[in-house]
């Protein structure tokens, strides 16, 4: 906040047209770049448009399609883009898709190939339900932290899940495994979610608040939900409790019978915790106690350092009183999010035809959704399963609990995994890196934006000065495409396409790939687990020109940042971003 | 300055804040003031997002920059950065949810302490569509409004009721203000949030001038 905090100078108001950017460059620019490349052999700073037109002029330049070729002519660090115009790659096609699979089902070469291919063209639409949970990692390290009642079986579960890595190096057969309990475990979280709802039931929310302190007084004694989690108990005094706010004595009876398995899923960075246990030494089980613990931060049995800052800062806010957000808060806003989804990204659902009123009002009302009467059917039941996700994502990492923006991430999910399950483990897969968007405290996207200065900055040193001058050099202005990752700013397709180059980008890093071997790419723009960064750069440099000349306050930049919906080429991004990438992956 | 005969007098610009819980209503009001739309699927907000709108008040013409804000409690930390030099609020609530009012006292607490001093507020009661009977009991809205020195409109984006009072009301206590702290309109006084505007935003970039 405190970085983000300026002082908006005047509102110079009239609003000034901006010359729009066309969505791909015309010929006579790249023809002109023609001569750009030639003539200048480093780009000091992004023309507006002569930026990407250089790339096609490289690409035209060489007539090797490799995407790690070196080709002397470039301007772009000795690396052609794989997203330039003539470079272009063809999807990730379903036959190709097959083909990259050995007989037991296992991906060849580590996923090599597989996310070589992703990184350079994306998926075709027919296969994403098959090949996004590879991208999210949705088989790589279960995610598990628990209350009590920690048996021997739900830990040995735990325990294969988390050393079951498998990530791109599955069979089949253990993705099936894991598929199924994954299954179990998204189940669980639904079920209480709806015990939650229905036991709120009737009760608005002053009662459930006025219960606050009687739940609290008596999880001392019994585990009635689980749900209190890292919150409620480093919340210091009963008072201050602003955590779950549901419950009262009838309630936790009614819980009892219910929650078979008093387990707690809940978020843990799987490498946070891999990291941990690998460099303390300790056993998987030692690990797992110690994450069961950590989460309740009253008895402190030296937490993983994910669990001291998620406590600390919780307990901090909760002590401030500053934002009383609590599940019965975010389920509310949830439900009120989930109707007014863009109708446009439902409609693109596969199963959209199938979807009939009966069933739409069904899940409807088991999801407790409301006022939705003037929605299709499909409409109806696309909300009702964000609210499903979007809850038990809610419950699983309560620490963000539930933000506005959320279900901008979750949409494209939804709208491509048929299964809620799928879609929940995908999003948790997205959300390990896109939930710091959504912390209270604003590291995340402070982090972000500036890194969003910083290439800028090294880049375009006449922009950024120019920006200093409004005092817009901290990029406040972008903040909306890195909170939803451009997803208000492209288009569906063009969203799904930069979110799997992202996606693959951000897989290989997390196979090592990008550390060990990935032909040349490695050494002039290896996969990086900020592309959206470069990316948003990127945009903001192709409006330098209009930027520097014409906007003399942040708020114009900002409302030029606004409108860019639907006139942004995602692959003339990309081929920006690739040419930052290779500029400046080293110095940022 | 004029294109066209006679040249009008210049335009004043004011900086318009929207605050309010999530889902009240806040970008359906702008939207419903500035282009005539309503949509019940209107997205959420994040961020903020801004719009312009000219109006004629008392012979003056005004421009409007309307800042809409994210309403999750979450994203309130971002509040300053728009009622910071912002001329007027327009605090909306949503008259079928008591706890959305509530928020709007405490939107009021803050920008009592924060922002400008003599900053012009509006509640704006929101979704009276949505009330069936004929009579809405604003009282005790009606009487914290008077006793915080801002006006109560009942709204409705969705029939469109009560926005275009609620923003010239704005507009009139907006310009009555300069009037008296500035002994006109001149634009030589170089009020923050000022600017001389002189056509349509759409088409022609406007001349810049003292920002």
């Not at chain 1, 949409?411 to 399950?421: G, K, L, N, Q, Y």
């Not at chain 2, 008296?180 to 406007?206: C, F, Q, R, T, Y």
Request: proline residues 5%.
């Amino acid at each position: 906040m405190k970085a983000l905090r300026r002082s908006s100078t005047s509102s110079s108001s009239s609003a000034s047209s901006s010359p729009r950017a066309p969505s791909s460059p015309p010929p006579w620019v790249q023809l002109r770049s023609l001569l750009v490349a030639s003539s200048s052999s480093s780009s000091s700073s992004l023309a507006a448009s002569g930026n990407s037109a250089s790339a096609a002029a490289a690409a035209a330049a060489s007539a090797s399609f490799s995407p790690a070729s070196y080709s002397p002519h470039s301007d772009r660090g000795g690396t052609k883009s794989p997203w330039s115009r003539r470079k272009r790659k063809r999807p990730l096609s379903c036959r190709h898709w097959n083909h990259l699979f050995s007989s037991d089902g296992k991906l060849r070469d580590g996923g090599r190939k597989f996310l070589k291919k992703v990184r350079g063209g994306g998926v075709e639409p027919d296969i994403r339900t098959k090949v996004w949970p590879f991208l999210l990692g949705v088989t790589e390290g279960v995610t598990y932290s628990k209350g009590s009642n920690w048996n021997l079986q739900t830990k040995f579960q735990a325990l294969t899940n988390r050393s079951l890595r498998y990530d791109l190096n599955s069979t089949e057969t253990e993705r099936n495994v894991i598929k199924r309990n994954k299954r179990n475990d998204y189940e669980k979280l639904r079920r209480k979610c709806h015990h939650v709802l229905h036991s709120c039931k009737g009760s608005g929310l002053n009662v459930i608040n006025e219960a606050a302190c009687e739940y609290h007084s008596c999880t001392e004694e019994s585990e009635p939900l689980n749900l209190e989690s890292v919150s409620t108990r480093s919340s210091p005094s009963p008072k201050g409790l602003k955590s779950l706010r549901c419950g009262t004595n009838r309630q936790e009876n009614a819980t009892e019978g219910i929650d078979e398995d008093t387990s707690e899923l809940t978020y843990v960075d799987p490498y946070v915790a891999e990291s941990e246990s690998s460099d303390s030494g300790t056993s998987d089980e030692e690990d797992l106690d110690r994450m069961s613990v950590s989460a309740n931060t009253e008895v402190n049995h030296d937490p993983g350092p994910k669990f001291v800052r998620s406590a600390s800062s919780k307990s901090d806010f909760f002590r401030n009183n500053k934002t009383p957000e609590d599940f019965a808060t975010w389920q509310r806003i949830i439900r009120l999010d989930a109707i007014r989804t863009d109708p446009e990204w439902a409609l693109l659902s596969h199963n959209r035809a199938e979807v009939s009123m009966e069933k739409a009002l069904q899940y409807a009302r088991s999801v407790g959704l409301k006022d939705y009467d003037h929605l299709e059917p499909y409409m109806i039941y696309h909300a009702s399963r964000v609210v499903a996700v979007l809850e038990a994502y809610a419950l699983f990492d309560p620490e963000i609990g539930y933000c506005q923006g959320m279900s901008d991430l979750l949409s494209p999910i939804i709208v491509v995994m048929e299964e809620d399950h799928e879609a929940f483990w995908c999003f948790v897969g997205f959300m390990r890196k896109a939930r710091h968007n959504f912390r209270l405290d604003e590291v995340g996207i402070r982090r972000q934006l500036k890194i969003v200065s910083q290439i800028i900055k090294r880049k375009d040193s006449h922009l950024y000065r120019h920006l200093q001058k409004l005092q817009a050099e901290d990029c406040f202005f972008v903040y909306r495409m890195v909170v939803v990752l451009f997803r208000r700013e492209l288009t569906f397709e063009q969203t799904l396409c930069l979110w799997e180059v992202m996606w693959a980008d951000q897989a290989a890093i997390r196979a090592g790939i990008g550390r060990s071997t990935w032909s040349k790419i490695r050494l002039h723009a290896p996969p990086t687990d900020d592309l959206l960064l470069y990316a948003i750069a990127a945009c903001v440099l192709q409006k330098r020109k209009l930027i520097i000349e014409r906007y003399s306050s942040m708020d114009e930049i900002l409302r030029e940042c606004n409108s860019m919906a639907g006139q942004l080429d995602v692959w003339r991004l990309l081929d920006d971003a690739h040419d930052l990438v290779v500029n400046l992956h080293d110095k940022i | 300055m004029g294109s066209k005969p006679p040249p009008p007098p210049p335009s004043v610009s004011f900086k318009l804040v929207l605050l309010g819980d999530g889902r009240v209503g806040k970008t359906s009001l702008v939207l419903r003031y500035v282009n005539d739309v309503f949509s019940d699927k209107q997205e959420a907000t994040v961020q903020a997002s801004y719009l312009t709108k000219r109006l004629v008040v008392e012979g003056v013409p005004i421009t409007l920059s309307i800042w809409d804000t994210a309403g999750q409690e979450k994203f309130h930390a971002l509040g300053p950065i728009y009622y910071r030099d912002a001329d007027a609020a327009l605090l909306v609530y949503d008259i079928t949810d008591n706890d959305t009012f509530l928020r709007v006292t405490k939107w009021v607490k803050e920008l009592k302490q924060m922002a400008n001093k003599d900053i012009v507020m509006a509640i704006a009661a929101n979704k009276s569509d949505l009330v069936r009977s004929k009579h809405i009991d604003t009282h005790e809205p009606a009487s914290y409004a008077e006793s915080i020195g801002a006006t109560l409109f009942v709204t409705s984006a969705k029939a469109g009721t009560g926005i275009d009072d609620i923003f010239s009301d704005i507009a009139k206590r907006l310009l009555e203000k300069r009037k008296n702290s500035s002994d006109g309109l001149s634009p030589a006084h170089p009020k923050k949030g000022i600017l001389i505007v002189n056509d349509e935003p759409e088409k022609e970039p406007p001349p810049k001038c003292c920002s």
